[in-house]
């Protein structure tokens, strides 16, 4: 086994999801189970793998917990509220050590929100709904978790928009400090007493607001009570207290204990969904409760709306953790699993894909223990993509079952069942992730040229005013004719045609360089298959701006050369250097963050600021790009005085030349490179492997084992 601090960085994208991050902390485990005997596997080149572990045991987990929401300090996912709803109507309960208590059913597809008590920014309150509305979208354009309360005091409604919760008076006060009227509010209340239903309860709060006061029927582990004020501090709770009695000598008032479970009932304003702009129930609970939201069919899935609209097999827990909201999925782990196989991998891929994928996840969920306190791992790339119900099919839940219980172990136990997306033809050496050595991971070729199977050309292309980059071929077609060096015209075949500056879209990170319309003609200097999980392009990136993306691992001045100075066993870079200066890098796979977040690190570095020209008798003269000189077509030679020019050598392969320095990647792979490539996976069971041999192959001196029921 082996244990690492070291963080990997994003990784690549599956064909429906990003391929998981795998490096993983040592966590304390659930009771182990014994593992049965043995599975006898053949190895890739035929002969048996080593006998089984027989003396490791597995945790046994029949339901696992998925971070939605969570904020550990280490990793940060943060929401502020969350609203849920079914399509069968849900189910809300307050989860206490007497059990499931009823807070609430809603009808087939009427959401629910759900937030932590606090403190919170209230604007000033106002019995028109357009304004508190209006107020509410000013805030959420800004950024700003907001809600709308929806009150009738004094027989006339009233409305009022807040920003939070924040986990202090200080917190709270420096959000209002932005804000016209607005003023803090807080979980300091009075109780009004106890009640022996939900409509006595409810009486006592319309009394209290007919008086014009704030009050909220609250669901406590003792029953239903009703709960009056939003007091920030003991001075204002005690203002109130001296109102209240004033106005109503009868009622009797006790402070509401902090510590207590409640759940505080209210309605407000839908400001998202289709419902927007109509009423929601709202429940604002304690710190110490816990919400627990399930469909009313007891099959169908959870939604949660600001987690992309995804629905969620099992139930949804809604609780504070860290002084945060923590939001957690929990549901039967083989369940839990044909989602990550739909979230990591196509149903088009063959099944034996699948069940590598199924008995990789299952090791990998087993290994992590309680990762993060409340929960086993998040629905992110840092442990395994968990798209809920959206990431089911068919072949993923045939490929669990048939591989059900089966995990991967070595002689210490299970292993970290490292994954991600492709390869780049050759798996990585953890010397050259990590630098470090781990026995079940070695560099070997690997199958992923399948990424790229059916991806559309992309021309590289010059305009005659000289801009340059890549063009979809779907929309340029070939003119017939010529320039005087033998290239090709073309033409565009479609009005505001975006040219990138390599060969893929991305509006973020490779946006539109300039558009050509209909008929406008260009000169193609060369073509690149659209950029994928096997091989790919990033940049051009200027000296400035890598210098920037580098930061303080670079100390050095403008960045005139840059160059892979050492490289691993698969031809990854393991070192790189600017100006023959090293990058300080943490580890080697921390290099593809350092130069812009490049799919790999298996790649190489085009310099179009240098370039070298070969003479007379054989000889090379190399010329920086910061004063370039061509050949001319007599023999002679001339200044070069624009920005770039284009080179052409003997096979008519043409390259670009800049003035200043400007640096390309081109690479193959995406992801770490340990483990299993899935596209490798693939790869292997078209070539006819079964799900044992794939997984043999990428995990070394291993043995599969399925644990006792």
Sequence with gaps: MYTTKRPLDPMGQTPVGRAARRIRSGMKVPAALLLAAAIGLAGPSGGVLPAAYAAVSVPKLDNIRVALFIDTGKYVSPAAAVTLSADAGLQLGLRGAAGMKPVHQASAKTPVRVYADGYYVQLPETGDVTAARSQAQKLTAGGTAVGVVQRVKRGQSAYRAYVGPFATKEAAASAAAGQSGAAVSGPLRWSTGSFAGEAEANAQAVALSQAGFDADVALTEAGYAVFVGEAADNAALQALKAQITAALPAVALTPVDAAQSYVLKRSELDMGGENAGGPLAAFAFSGSAKLWATAADGQG??????????????GIEVSRFNGKLAVVNELPFEQYLVSVLGSEMS?????????????????????????????????????QAYKGVAGEFAAAQQAVQATQGEVIVDKNGLINPLYYSNAGGMTAAPTEVWGNEVAYLQSQKS??????????????????????????????????????????????????VSVRLAPYVDNATNPTAFKVDIGDRFVVIGQEVESNAYSWIRGPYDAAKLKEKLGASYTGGAVNRLEVSKRGASGRAMEVSANGQPLKAAYPDSLRTMLGGLPSTRFDIEETGRYTILGAGGTRSQTSASQPVVVAGSGGKGKQTDDQLFMMDAQGKVRLATRGPQFIFKGTGYGHGLGMSQWGAKGYAELGYDYQKILLTYYTGVSIQKAAP
Excluded at 301 to 314: I, L, P
Excluded at 348 to 363: G, H, I, N, S, Y
Aim: no cysteine; charged share 25%.
């Design 447 to 496: 199958p992923d040229e399948g990424a790229q199977a059916g991806k559309k050309v992309w021309y590289r292309i010059v305009l005659p005013n000289g801009n340059t980059g890549y063009i979809h071929s779907d929309y340029a077609r070939a003119t017939g004719q010529k320039n005087p060096a033998g290239l090709p015209y073309y033409e565009s075949t479609a009005t505001g």
């Design 347 to 383: 149903k088009e891929w063959p099944l034996e894909a699948l069940k590598a994928q199924a008995v990789a996840a299952r090791t990998f969920a087993l290994k992590q223990g309680v990762k993060y306190q409340v929960a086993h791992v998040t629905d992110t790339t840092t442990d």
């Design 301 to 314: 899935g959870v939604t949660v709306r600001e987690r992309f609209d995804r629905a969620y097999r099992g």
